[in-house]
């Protein structure tokens, strides 16, 4: 049976703010206390969404969180009315309070890993949402995010749905955006790769010294084993713990993988040509990889453009597309470097650039705005068809977006207490447009 590859995108949420909250992003610390725009941000995303489809896609929709986390709040001492919860962490605990109104979930790739019913033994879909323990804004998100990916995915035959990894540091665990699939036909049975920056227990290997390193080896052994994978088909990556310290808190800042091709920077991982060579065995010498020399493209340039944390996606007439922001096109580096790879026909034949500014300035690129999931014909007839794109629904989540989003937020204006009664009155609407049901906990209380 044909199997396809679908992107499913974060809507960014209503809340969306510059607070810095993220050690190791280098864009998210620099635009810390500017002023966002929530309504652009959101467009911007949906136009991104929107252009996808147009190219003949499977395109979905994922839910933003609902913030602030008041729930949240008042597990962490505040009480009484839901404006005196605001006004008491705005007064005593300003951090606790912007790491609640994060509208980070933005960011489907760190929402799960989601490994395709090829690859794994009972023949289903699994999802295992991210822990996200190393940033307590981050860490808030499971459990709202397995409750919309369990609306989105609602058929047992199809979908098998895990919980979080225990949230602890030796478990740490990002999703997708440490994750990348190999295969001939998306139908086929691939190889999975798990990129890992440390290891949680054994203190004597390398790590980064600087910024945290996110994800862990055992988080990643544990996701392999609890869906099923043939240990054949996985292979376990340590990315380089220097490139840690320089800003890559993420594989997909640096490497971006799809089908039979990996695009990559000289320094990505350790060990870097023994990872070469155990892809190329497990993939019986038939995966293209084109590293990216340093001379050519320096690490600096590689996370201020996000190069690498871009969208490589084959379209239906058979094109490879890489799907780039704007600030790639703004650095003449690293442009010059994308005209010279499309030329030398490496099996990368076009390029599609994206102004994702709102979402650039903290610290995501196109890579970080959506999730991949990879579904036959079945499975995406079982997929909740509310989430899927379609022009009306595209259409839908404009005016939705029009009239419900600031075009300023600042971090003052998150002891308003309005902008928590907007957010509920808006995600209240979102949910009945994606047939979600009440996943948000105002709406379950």
């Known amino acids: 049976m044909m199997a396809y590859e679908a992107n499913f995108d974060g809507l960014v949420g209503p809340t969306h703010n510059y607070s810095g909250l993220s050690a190791g992003n280098i864009a998210s ?10 309504k652009y941000a959101a467009l911007q995303g949906l136009n991104k969404m929107q252009s996808l489809a147009d190219l003949g896609l499977i395109q979905g929709v994922i839910a933003p969180q609902m913030r602030p986390d008041i729930k949240m709040l008042r597990r962490l001492g505040f009480s009484g009315s839901d404006y005196s919860v605001l006004q008491q962490a705005s007064q005593q605990a300003p951090k606790l309070l912007t790491s609640c109104y994060s509208a980070s ?9 989601v490994s395709p019913s090829a690859d794994t033994q009972d023949k289903r879909v699994h999802l295992t949402p991210a822990n996200l323990a190393s940033h307590f804004h981050r860490s808030i998100e499971h459990q709202t995010t397995a409750r919309i990916l369990a609306a989105m995915f609602n058929d047992d035959n199809h979908f098998c749905h895990h919980p979080p990894l225990p949230a602890s540091e030796q478990l740490g665990d990002e ?3 440490n994750h990348t699939r190999f295969c001939m036909q998306h139908e086929d049975q691939g190889l999975e790769m798990f990129v890992f920056g440390r290891y949680g227990f054994e203190h004597n290997q390398p790590s980064p010294s600087c910024y945290p390193a996110r994800q862990t080896y055992e988080a990643s052994a544990a996701i392999a084993r609890l869906h099923q994978l043939d240990p054949q088909h996985v292979i376990m990556v340590q990315q380089n713990p220097l ?6 808190f993420h594989n997909d800042v640096i490497a971006v993988g799809n089908q039979q091709t990996l695009l990559c920077h000289q320094y990505a991982f350790l060990n870097q040509s023994e990872v070469y060579a155990q892809l190329q065995q497990k993939m019986a010498g038939g995966l293209s990889i084109i590293e990216v020399p340093a001379n050519r493209v320096s690490v600096n340039d590689a996370i ?9 996606v084959t379209l239906p007439n058979g094109d490879v597309s890489l799907i780039l922001p704007q600030q790639c096109r703004d650095n003449p580096q690293v442009w010059q470097y994308v005209q010279q790879l499309l030329q030398a026909d490496r099996g990368i034949n076009r390029v599609d650039l994206f102004d994702l500014s709102q979402s650039m300035q903290n610290g995501g690129g196109p890579a970080c705005l959506r999730l991949r999931v990879v579904l036959t014909e079945q499975e995406q007839q079982a997929v909740n068809p509310a989430v899927l ?13 029009y009239l419900h989003y600031r075009d300023r937020l600042v971090e003052a204006d998150l002891a308003d207490p309005s902008l928590l009664l907007e957010s509920q009155t808006a995600l209240d609407e979102l949910t009945r447009i994606l047939n979600l049901g009440s996943v948000y906990d105002f709406q379950r209380e």
């Open 29 to 38: 610390l620099a635009h810390q206390y500017q002023v966002s725009n929530p």
């Open 175 to 177: 999703g997708a955006a």
């Open 304 to 312: 201020s453009s996000y190069l690498f944390n871009s969208q490589l």
């Open 105 to 113: 979930s933005m960011w489907a790739a760190n929402a799960a890993t």
């Open 243 to 248: 490139l840690i310290d320089q800003g890559v």
């Open 389 to 401: 794109l379609t022009a009306t629904l595209f259409k839908r989540l404009r005016e939705w977006v």
